[in-house]
């Protein structure tokens, strides 16, 4: 990674850390229930939402300050799902970013509702920018839903859990992980397209960009569980293949797996250079997502 694009990741992601706190501030809720929401909010990660959509706004030579009530609300609706994903009834897992999982901090039931609290409370950030005109604002909040919703992280959370302990192909994997992962992934980079004003043909681009983008890094996500170190990843690694789900080094072999990532990200990096924009920044994180050890 060079230093420029270390020093951007670091400063966004500073960014989101310092915001979120100010965001659940605001509320008027019982202590409980905002420290809980406060504690995954807090854990860290990557921060890799926001920073597409202030890097998709930055192609476009726009302020991404217009976009960060945006990049709040994704990075909130994306914490809520750790949460319940964590779940005894889900994945029951123990940590979650190197520290103990909001359920076994706070309760399940506790967990539940910061996971609710911080998905409902998303919505109202939203609907709350002031830096964005009101039809931009309900097309955002349309689109963010869709991706979280049935049709999107809901539906393939649904089709991985019926999915555990099954012989999947290639593509009901692909699947799972267009619409577990992917789509949210997908978002902040629309999100950023249409905030920017993109044409058409930019915003048909970089959806496919997007869509690549987000198999790569699932499929790097699915690598790292067999390669990684509980260190590096943050939680117990074969953590996967404990909870008996297909996986794409499972079913392509890890070289197969590589090999398939590989080609994402090249397809990714072809749809981008359509865009027509500003690109630079965006290919390198493109990069940095796919080569990560975390």
């Known amino acids: 990674m060079n230093q420029l694009l270390s020093r951007y990741l670091t400063e966004k992601k500073q960014l989101i850390d310092d915001m979120l706190p100010t965001y659940i501030q605001r509320l008027s809720a019982p202590d409980i229930l905002k420290e809980a929401m406060s504690y995954?909010?807090?854990?860290?990660?990557?921060?890799?939402?926001?920073?597409?959509?202030?890097?998709?706004?930055n192609a476009f030579n726009k302020s991404e300050k217009i976009g960060l009530d945006v990049a709040i609300a994704l990075e909130m609706i994306h914490t809520y799902s750790l949460i319940h994903d964590d779940l005894p009834s889900m994945d029951d897992d123990d940590l979650r970013r190197g520290i103990p999982t909001n359920h076994k901090v706070f309760g399940e039931a506790?967990?539940?509702?910061?996971?609710?609290?911080?998905?409902?409370?998303?919505?109202?950030?939203?609907?709350?920018?002031?830096?964005?005109?009101?039809?931009?604002?309900?097309?955002?909040?349309?689109?963010l839903a869709k991706a979280a919703g049935p049709a999107g992280m809901v539906g393939g959370q649904v089709a991985d859990l019926l999915g555990e302990n099954k012989n999947l192909d290639v593509s009901e994997l692909e699947y799972i992980h267009e619409h577990k992962t992917g789509k949210l992934l997908s978002f902040p980079i629309e999100a950023g397209a249409i905030i920017a004003g993109a044409s058409l043909e930019q915003l048909n681009s970089l959806r496919q960009y997007a869509k690549h983008l987000g198999l790569a890094f699932q499929i790097k996500d699915d690598i790292l569980d067999v390669e990684g170190t509980e260190e590096q990843i943050g939680k117990p690694v074969g953590s996967d293949t404990d909870n008996h789900k297909s996986t794409y080094p499972k079913l392509l072999t890890l070289a197969g797996a590589k090999e398939k990532c590989e080609e994402h990200l090249n397809e990714a990096k072809q749809y981008l250079s359509k865009a027509n924009i500003n690109s630079e920044l965006l290919l390198e994180i493109t990069n940095y997502i796919v080569n990560r050890d975390h």
């Open 40 to 57: 995954s909010l807090k854990a860290g990660g990557k921060r890799i939402r926001p920073i597409l959509l202030f890097a998709t706004l």
């Open 110 to 143: 506790i967990a539940v509702l910061a996971g609710d609290g911080l998905l409902t409370y998303c919505f109202e950030v939203m609907a709350n920018c002031e830096d964005l005109p009101a039809n931009i604002k309900i097309e955002l909040i349309s689109k």
